[in-house]
Each structure stands twice: as structure tokens, then as C-alpha cells.
């Protein structure tokens, strides 16, 4: 396996998106990307306390013992952990209320992936050619979707298209999706911020991944969204040839 990851602030004045990626043993790898939200400084604070918990929790907790249940609970409860030292920091100062960020972590080993996610950063997999999208969006747009109020077209340019229903760290408790998926030998797992989801079609995103190794690809990915004007900080997590 080959992880690789990167974030740009693109036309931003601050990169409030964090990502890490760890080689746990010579078949698990780990990565976990968050996007944060809230005025001044609150975005990139919310992001990095929980990007830094999530990875500290999972990083130092993993056991190659683990069967599929320990991984899902060493997943959501670093989540939750990061939601608590999110929401705590948020009380702690005034200035900072309603901060929060996203998640979206995965642990991979052996083909199968491990997967949990609250808000809109994107989860996706990637095998013989095709890349689908693992994770639901928590947004205002995906539930009127799934009301059938608006369709697919509407989704992407609904007004309301980046407001998410669910965050880290702004309420006390938060539920958190999971997922287990098996992936066929020499697939790869994206994670990534909206600001690259939002300006990369699966398309785009299958073709790069699946003609270009890690590095090349994960530059693409980010050369891209620049080219397409995107007005938002970009970052993914890639891990190939599983």
C-alpha cells in the first residue's frame, strides 16, 4: 500500500482543512481528513483538535488483533472523543461558538475498509475503473434529495448546497456513520474535503486514480480543482494498491 496526502488553501486566506495518514503495519493503513467551520481562527482550531485526537486515538490504540467490531469502535469513539474536545473548546470561548469541523476516517487492511464520517467531507472507493462514493452527506441538499423535494441536477446548485446538518464538536453528543466495505486487490480509498468533491467529477477523479500512481495522482487532483476555480481549501487522503 502507498499512502500520500495533501492539502492547498487555495483561494482562501486561511486553510481551516487538516489531513493525516499513517502505515499502521505491512497491511493496515489509516487516514482521517477534517474541514472545519466557524469564524476567525474557530475553523482551523476545530479542525486540528480533532484531527489530532482522532489520529493520537487510532494511531496508539490499534492492535493487529482487532477483528472488524474493535475497528469500528476504536473508529467512532476517536470521533467521539474529537467532538468532545471540540464542543468543550467551544465553550470555553465565546468568540468560538458554533465552531466545528468534519470527519471522515478510515482504517484499511487486507482489502476491507473501515470507514465512519459526520458532515460532508467524502469517503470513496475505487476498483476496476469505477470510483463510488462510500459516505452520505450530511447536508441540507442530500436530505431534501432523499425527501424527493430536489433532484440531482438541483443538488449541485442549490443555495443551500454547503450547509451541512451535522458536524464535530457542536453539540454535545454526535452520531456517527459507519461503513465496512471490501475492496478488490490493487483498489484505492479517497478521502477528501468538498473543496475538492465539489469541483471533481467521479470521472475525473477514476481517470487519475486509476492511470497515475499516489503522488502524481494526488498533485492532479489539487492542479485540477485550481484549474476549475474553486473558492475553497482543498485536501485528500489517497491510499493505493490495496
Do not use: W
Amino acid at each position: 500500500m502507498n499512502a500520500v496526502s495533501r492539502t492547498d488553501i487555495g483561494s482562501r486566506k486561511e486553510n481551516q482543512d487538516r489531513v493525516k495518514v499513517a502505515i499502521l503495519n505491512d497491511n493496515t493503513a489509516f487516514a482521517v481528513v477534517c474541514d472545519g467551520m466557524g469564524g476567525e481562527n474557530a475553523g482551523g482550531l476545530a479542525s486540528e483538535l480533532a484531527i489530532n485526537m482522532v489520529y493520537d486515538r487510532v494511531t496508539s490504540g490499534y492492535r493487529e488483533d482487532f477483528d472488524s467490531n474493535n475497528i469500528k469502535n476504536l473508529l467512532t469513539s476517536a470521533v467521539g472523543a474529537a467532538n468532545v474536545v471540540v464542543y468543550n473548546a467551544a465553550r470555553d470561548d465565546e468568540s468560538r461558538e458554533g465552531m466545528g469541523t468534519t470527519c471522515v476516517a478510515a482504517i484499511v487492511r487486507d482489502g476491507v475498509v473501515h470507514m465512519v464520517n459526520v458532515g460532508d467531507s467524502r469517503g470513496y472507493v475505487f476498483e476496476h475503473g469505477c470510483l463510488n462514493q462510500v459516505t452520505t452527506d450530511h447536508t441540507v441538499v442530500r436530505f431534501l434529495y432523499e425527501q424527493g423535494e430536489i433532484g440531482e441536477e438541483e443538488m449541485r446548485n442549490h443555495p443551500l448546497r454547503n450547509k451541512i446538518t451535522k458536524a464535530v464538536g457542536v453539540v454535545q453528543s454526535v452520531d456517527i456513520d459507519y461503513f465496512e466495505i471490501s475492496v478488490s486487490e490493487g483498489g484505492a480509498l479517497l478521502l477528501c474535503s468538498d473543496g475538492l468533491s465539489n469541483y471533481c467529477t467521479n470521472e475525473v477523479i477514476a481517470e487519475y486514480i486509476g492511470n497515475y500512481d499516489a503522488d502524481e495522482c494526488a498533485d492532479r487532483l489539487i492542479s485540477h480543482v485550481i484549474e476549475q476555480k474553486g473558492n475553497d481549501n482543498i485536501t485528500l487522503a489517497l491510499i493505493k494498491d490495496l
